[in-house]
């Protein structure tokens, strides 16, 4: 019979595992301009940015398969309800709310393996306050943030780059000076000792650079920048 104990003791052993699979991932950095959502992280092979749908985007950090999952069942969702209801109707609410459930329940089955992914997901507005970003954890849980998002496997973010992505925000940067900027806060990030750069840090990895565009007539919002 299991206890309390036991099940307590079993929730921290799968927590541990999971933390140790996606200590080793290069976070994503995402930001609100006034072109968009601007998102940057890199890879080695496999892409870690998509959309979702027309004004979503969704980044995952872990492993390939339960990512690929999770956007699948993004997708599948997000269009199932485009066409059921109408267009407007996908909201990221409404994704990461079909998505959390099975998650939580994933988590709590000791009989199948969890999911070993952290994810974000943004959804562009009319104005940049509208902007949405969302944390999903691997237990199901989520978080919401506003104007800029970090999704981390163990890296940190200090709080003086907190404060320039806070900057980044809600100032006048265009794409090209947001991406350096963004390219600055991931170096200090992943580097915080030596203080390299990001092309150093970056020499044997693939950036990748994603807009979500704001432009309602842009003919798709969705746009990678870098491969």
């Known amino acids: 019979m299991l206890t309390p104990y036991d099940w307590q003791e079993a929730i921290g052993h799968r927590i541990s595992y999971v933390q140790s699979r996606l200590a080793g991932g290069a976070p994503v950095l995402a930001v609100s301009l006034e072109e968009g959502v601007l998102a940057l992280t890199v890879r080695r092979q496999a892409r870690k940015i998509y959309e979702v749908y027309d004004r979503l985007l969704f980044a995952g950090?872990?492993?390939?398969?339960?990512?690929?999952?999770?956007?699948?069942?993004?997708?599948?969702?997000?269009?199932?309800?485009?066409?059921?209801r109408s267009e407007p109707d996908v909201t990221i609410q409404r994704v990461i709310s079909a998505?959390?459930?099975?998650?939580?329940?994933?988590?709590?089955?000791?009989?199948?393996?969890?999911?070993?992914?952290?994810?974000?997901f943004a959804e562009v507005g009319a104005e940049r306050s509208e902007d949405k970003f969302y944390l999903l954890d691997f237990d199901g849980d989520y978080s919401i943030r506003q104007g800029y998002a970090v999704l981390a496997g163990g890296?940190?973010?200090?709080?003086?780059?907190?404060?320039?992505?806070?900057?980044?925000?809600?100032?006048?940067?265009?794409?090209?000076?947001?991406q350096k900027e963004l390219e600055s806060i991931w170096a200090n990030a992943m580097d915080t000792e030596n203080g390299k750069s990001f092309a150093e840090l970056?020499?044997?990895?693939?950036?990748?650079?994603?807009?979500?565009?704001?432009?309602?007539?842009?003919?798709?919002?969705?746009?990678?920048?870098?491969?």
Do not use: C, W
Request: no cysteine.
């Open 61 to 84: 950090l872990g492993q390939q398969s339960d990512i690929e999952s999770l956007r699948v069942a993004a997708i599948d969702f997000a269009h199932q309800e485009g066409y059921q």
């Open 99 to 120: 998505l959390s459930t099975p998650m939580k329940r994933s988590f709590g089955d000791f009989n199948s393996s969890p999911f070993v992914v952290r994810s974000l």
């Open 155 to 178: 890296q940190e973010v200090s709080g003086p780059d907190r404060e320039r992505l806070q900057a980044l925000s809600t100032g006048k940067a265009n794409i090209s000076e947001a």
């Open 202 to 227: 970056t020499k044997d990895l693939t950036p990748e650079v994603a807009l979500l565009s704001r432009d309602p007539q842009a003919q798709s919002r969705f746009r990678l920048l870098s491969s």
